[in-house]
């Protein structure tokens, strides 16, 4: 976890979306879009704020259900709370293979096509999602926000499509992460779309997100149609 600034105790989501909400009982929160037959799905994975901005997560799976998918928003932390900095290095396995398996109940699910299905990470969730990407060629897209670069990904045979959104002005995982994410997945032929968001630091204001939910809605769209 090279890339996190260490004078910060908590990554996560804070204005990354939109604000407000408390956190949640549920173990995963999930919207359907509409129609029949199955939908491709994502996993919208929370950063080390967990889910104390739930609503925040809510409004954005809202919205990407309203585009056909079937959304899941896991509470991947035992017990809920927050990640503090100290303790992401050694919890990041358990929290890899807790999500591990929820992409298996993901593609086993009758409304999940299994071979339509991406990753929505935020800052930690960015992350984790580049990292499960890596391991498991049922992704077929990956989207990080604000992600720092796992140390897993250097030995790993990434694939799937990736779109790497990030403030270069970011003081908790700096801008250089997104840099050298770009650079090792085009070396290993991985399809990369990047942008870089000038004043922007560890969660966007308006104008930024609203070109980020585009984004990444035309980047899904392309490799979940």
Known sequence: ??????????????????????????????VDGAGGGRRPGIILLHGADGVTQRQSYVFASNALAAQGYTVLFPHYFSGGGTAPLSEIHTRYPQ?????????DEAAADPAIDPRRMALVGISLGGALALSLAAQDARIRAVVSYFGFRPRDLDGARPKAPTLILHGNADRIVPVANADSIEALLRSRGVPVEKR?????????????????????????GRHLA
């Open 95 to 103: 929290w890899l293979a807790r999500l591990k398996t929820i992409l």
């Open 1 to 30: 976890m090279d890339g996190l600034n260490r004078r910060e105790a908590l990554l996560g989501a804070s204005g990354a979306l939109l604000a407000g909400g408390q956190a949640a009982a549920a173990t995963i929160d999930r």
């Open 196 to 220: 870089i968001y000038p004043g922007e630091g560890h969660g966007f204001g308006q104008a930024a997100q609203r070109d980020a939910a585009t984004r990444t809605a035309a980047f899904l």
